[in-house]
């Protein structure tokens, strides 16, 4: 059974950073590309930034380019998001998100919320 769980959300400052955490378990970690999504309220959930499964290449939205890095430990069987110079627009929940074969798995999401 696929589970996903986030951590590391919580309130920063603009201009902070946070570093938000994926466990994942249930699957053969090191076979899959690793996404993280975020969503706003009243936005529809968007694709923040993605990796492959050796961890070699990833992409990112436009909107957080130069400023999020996505990683992964194919030994701990996590994925990280390191999430710098946050923005207000950046208040969102992100979820980790991971296609195995036919089917899509989400963690619960952590809540991201950057205010002064």
């Known amino acids: 059974q696929v589970h996903l769980v986030e951590s590391g959300g919580g309130l920063v400052r603009p201009g902070g950073t946070l570093r938000l955490s994926c466990a994942a378990s249930g699957f053969t970690f090191t076979n899959y590309p690793m996404s993280w999504y975020r969503q706003a309220p009243g936005k529809e959930r968007e694709r923040v930034a993605g990796i492959t499964s050796a961890g070699g290449s990833t992409n990112y939205a436009d909107s957080v380019k130069g400023r999020f890095t996505i990683s992964r430990d194919n030994v701990k069987n996590m994925v990280y998001l390191q999430m710098n110079s946050l923005k207000p627009e950046d208040t969102a929940v992100y979820y980790c998100?991971?296609?195995?074969?036919?089917?899509?798995?989400w963690g619960q999401g952590t809540q991201v919320n950057v205010s002064s």
């Open positions: 998100n991971v296609w195995v074969g036919i089917f899509e798995y």
